[in-house]
T-cell receptor
């Protein structure tokens, strides 16, 4: 099983709303990631969690707040977003936090901020 | 940071044709993966290939790490091969866990 599951698949939210994106994997992977992808662009890394600890934050605005409650779950809490934050948000996981490991991606959440 | 360039940026093929996609990277890497992004946004793993050659059905990939490039070969293309192909690398100099994506090749296969 190489499945990473993201919910919801689509989300429309207002600029004053608070919402959360969820990601789950049951492959025993200990590294989990959030990527953001704008239309016709490659995915860009936002956050990395390694062994449930935040290891990389690519200078992401504080209106995006990641959380890793356990080794299988990753959340992205959203608050006071702007229309330019509309994008495809992708979650990924890999076997360990070490190098030389293959990453697997979820189907993504397509977010629209109105 | 590491730069990852893919060529060509766009490619149109007739069904049944063969093609080669290229990924150039600016520094040494520990990890290189090829993905196919389908029209719904899903990134599908094609190859994990930091070096050497691998084949999977109509697809094969070769990475020459010393010369900092990788090639993805698609033979007998089908309409279902349409989408965007990305290579992604992990820089040897990075602190780890960071996959940097290439610019992508958008492929359209016509019936």
């Amino acid at each position: 099983d190489t499945e990473v599951t993201q919910t919801p698949k689509h989300l429309v939210m207002g600029m004053t709303n608070k919402k959360s994106l969820k990601c789950e994997q049951h492959m025993g992977h200990r590294a989990m990631y959030w990527y953001k992808q704008k239309a016709k662009k490659p995915p860009e890394l936002m956050f990395v969690y390694s062994y449930e600890k935040l290891s990389i934050n690519e200078s992401v605005p504080s209106r995006f707040s990641p959380e890793c409650p356990n080794s299988s779950l990753l959340n992205l809490h959203l608050h006071a977003l702007q229309p330019e934050d509309s994008a495809l948000y992708l979650c990924a996981s890999s076997r360990t936090g070490a190098l030389n490991t293959e990453a697997f991606f979820g189907q993504g959440t397509r977010l629209t901020v109105v | 940071g590491i730069q990852v360039e893919q060529s060509p940026p766009d490619l149109i093929l007739q069904e049944g044709a063969n093609s080669t996609l290229r990924c150039n990277f600016s520094d040494s890497v520990n990890n290189l993966q090829w993905f196919h992004q389908n029209p719904w946004g899903q990134l599908i793993n094609l190859f994990y290939i930091p070096s050497g050659t691998k084949q999977n059905g109509r697809l094969s990939a070769t990475t020459v790490a010393t010369e900092r490039y990788s090639l993805l070969y698609i033979s007998s293309s089908q309409t279902t091969d349409s989408g965007v192909y990305f290579c992604a690398v992990e820089d040897q100099k990075s602190s780890g866990d960071k996959l940097t994506f290439g610019t992508g090749t958008r492929l359209a296969v016509r019936p």
